[in-house]
């Protein structure tokens, strides 16, 4: 695929997330993810205070680990679900900064400015590989010495793996949604710069979705 295919593909793919959210307030739940509930007790362990939390979404995750004391700053790139978390957080008592970002840029926060990255299944979206490794070095300047970067998704042993359409770069689209399924090769390659200190492998939904959780350190 060529870079101008790459962006508009993502640029289609922001548009019907968007609808999604709004049409769909409570899409995910509002129990937090069993990756949000690992994340919290290994960040506790590791003495994680400042937490910036990439594709959002409607905060089923930000809510659970803003409660568990951390300091969060959520992202997303659907307005909608900012806006989403914003409000809800207030109902709720919580403070939880909220930011519009599109990860295939510049994260707008200075350099050492996180303890943690936590990311629930952003990564396995419409990013090609080349966008990926940009933006783990953009955590890895945002994170502080030794901070932890944990992040999901979905894996080549996947159901839909190989099935729908074909985009490239282990890329298949269904329903309208792209998924990138992760190798084993591609987890070793966006660990440059980290040191991968646990692999999970885990089931979510009836499919089953098959994902990956990778914690890995800042070296």
Known sequence: MSDELDESILDGQQGHWESMLSDNPDMFGLEPSEAAVAAAAQFRSADVVTVVELGAGQGRDSFYLSGEGFDLTATDYSQSGIDAIADRA???GLSISCARCDVRGTLP???ASFDACYSHMLFCMALTTPQLEALVLEIRRVLKAGGLLTYTARTT??????SG????????????????????ELIEELSEGFEIIELLHFEEAGLPRRLVSVTMRKA
């Open 90 to 92: 207030g109902e709720r």
């Open 109 to 111: 926060f200075p350099e």
């Open 157 to 162: 042993d996947d159901a839909h793996f190989g």
């Open 165 to 184: 359409i074909d985009r490239g770069d282990d890329m298949f689209e269904h329903g309208g949604f792209i998924v990138h399924f992760f190798s084993p």
